[in-house]
């Protein structure tokens, strides 16, 4: 039986399943073989029993495991969608100039130089601007933290 499963503990209470039946069923059983060829197909066949039923088991634990993943990705898309409408008013929020600043520069990807020059302002002013809109931004998602 190490052929087939390296777990003694199993082989043994397989074995000793085996005994337990022929002897608790001692007079309906009609031997055609040798005892040791029944005795071996008796074992093989409980183990592949147990291997069947745990292959379900299994399955079944990863039908569990896949659903309850499945619900986390949902609650964790509706959360995300939550938090995106959230940044959203927040940079709504924003005062105008550095709502202006923020997103030429997160949004459209603008480098700080063509900032400065399309709102005449310097470079400065404008990491400035983004320096502020972080910090309100960061009140604004997270309430509780300030």
Known sequence: MLNYTSDKNLIHDIVQDSFMYLWTNKKKIKINTSLNSYLYRMTYNKLMDHFRKKSKVDADLMGYYKSIVDSIEETDSSLKEEKLTLL???????????????????????????????????????????????????????????
């Open 88 to 146: 959203d008013k927040c940079i709504e929020d924003l005062p105008k100039r550095c709502k202006n600043v923020f997103y030429s520069k997160k949004i459209k990807g603008l480098k700080s130089k063509e900032i400065a020059i399309d709102l005449n302002i310097s470079v400065k002013t404008v990491e400035a601007h983004i320096t502020k809109a972080y910090v309100l931004l960061r009140a604004c998602l997270n309430p509780k933290t300030t």
